[in-house]
């Protein structure tokens, strides 16, 4: 049975079947526009195949990076620091994606396993700063190369152009969805 197939197969108001009365929307009403034409779609929709392939990428990504002794967390903590020497925990967050309090609990296991130093600002003492060690350096350097790895293998196959109308087409896949006007 396909995506589809299941989902229609699962009664309306279940959370993975067709809308119907208790998701708040009369049943037989399509939400947007006319009704789309009976049984399944001839491909996936394009957010459903676009989350399936940046799940599985970032799984491969994972393992690459615990191949050198890292997660993407500590990655992105580490190249940050290294792109910015040092920076708040708070600029950290914001460059890393995530909350302070997230944040902090890897910089927690990050600062226990020797790879960086957090100090208060002599500025502002309510804020950290933290650095890189010689050990977080290392550390650096050996994902480093797993990444670059990796996005070697990602773009095997591909030619220049390819991968710049790749970019676009992402580029406009993430406008499309945030609802920003095409140019």
Same mark, same amino acid.
Do not use: C
């Given at each position: ?29 399509? =939400?947007?526009?006319?009704?789309? *034409? ?7 929709? $394009?957010?459903?195949? #676009? ?19 890292? +997660? ?7 190249? +940050? ?6 920076? +708040? ?13 997230? $944040? ?17 600002? *002599? ?8 650095? $890189? ?27 220049? =152009?390819? #991968?710049? =109308? ?6 406009? $896949? ?10």
């Amino acid at each position: 049975m396909n995506w589809y197939d299941q989902r229609m197969a699962t009664p309306p108001g279940h959370p993975a079947g067709p809308p119907g009365p208790l998701d708040g929307q009369p049943a037989g009403q399509p =939400e947007d526009g006319p009704e789309p *034409p009976p049984g399944p779609p001839a491909s996936p929709p $394009l957010g459903l195949h #676009l989350a399936r392939a940046a799940r599985d990428i970032t799984r491969a990504f994972d393992d690459a990076l615990a191949g050198a002794g890292g +997660s993407q967390p500590v990655w992105l903590v580490l190249i +940050s620091l290294k792109t910015r020497r040092l920076a +708040s925990q708070r600029e950290l967050a914001d460059a890393v994606g995530i909350r302070e309090a997230t $944040l902090t609990h890897h910089l927690n296991a990050m600062d226990a396993s020797g790879l960086i130093t957090r100090r208060r600002d *002599p500025e502002n003492r309510r804020v950290h700063l933290v650095a $890189l060690t010689p050990a977080g350096e290392e550390a650096f350097f050996a994902m480093r190369t797993a990444a670059l790895s990796f996005d070697a293998r990602l773009r095997a196959g591909f030619g220049e =152009e390819e #991968l710049a =109308e790749f970019g676009r087409v992402l580029d406009r $896949l993430r406008g499309n969805a945030q609802g920003e006007p095409r140019s």
